[in-house]
């Protein structure tokens, strides 16, 4: 009985032991994706969708680009950058990352509202300042989707396609 309790009490240390050495940036890495970001990038991709069917060589008119702006894009990346907000994060590191998502999305629906406001005008200039922060913004989402990967790599996490 003694030597049953003795290889419990062994082992119970070892399970709480083998949980000290365990990655709380991988623990986090694989939280934030596979949990606090699913809605944020179900409205991402929602807005950009929309964005990229009426915009580039898929453009037909002021007036459908303004209405998808209006009734789609901006809606949804409107909540976007509030669930963005509201993501939970503990490590430092990932906080980070998360931040340059964070401010591209920022940049980028101002780019869209710039835009609205570019074609409630017919304003070309605010149109080409909209397109020079959409760029802006693009520069941003590479350094979070580089910078996430990177994270990754560090702490030994796959990702699945």
Not at 63 to 77: R, S
Not at 118 to 127: N, S, T
Request: glycine share 4%.
């Amino acid at each position: 009985m003694k030597k049953g309790l003795f290889m419990l009490t062994v082992g119970l240390f070892a399970l709480l032991l083998s949980g000290c050495f365990s990655d709380p940036i991988q623990e986090d890495i694989i939280n934030y994706s596979n949990e606090e970001m699913t809605t944020a990038l179900e409205l991402e991709t929602a807005a950009t969708s929309a964005y990229e069917s009426v915009s580039g060589a898929n453009y037909t008119d002021d007036e459908t680009m303004y209405l998808a702006m209006v009734n789609e894009v901006i809606p949804n990346y409107n909540e976007l950058v509030k669930e963005l907000d509201r993501v939970e994060i503990e490590t430092d590191e990932l906080r980070e990352v998360h931040e340059s998502f964070i401010e591209g999305a920022d940049i980028q629906y101002n780019a869209f509202v710039k835009i609205v406001n570019g074609l409630e005008a017919q304003d070309p200039a605010l149109i080409e300042e909209a397109n020079g922060m959409l760029e802006k913004a693009r520069k941003h989402l590479r350094d979070y989707r580089n910078g996430l990967d990177k994270l990754a790599k560090e702490h030994d996490v796959e990702w699945e396609e």
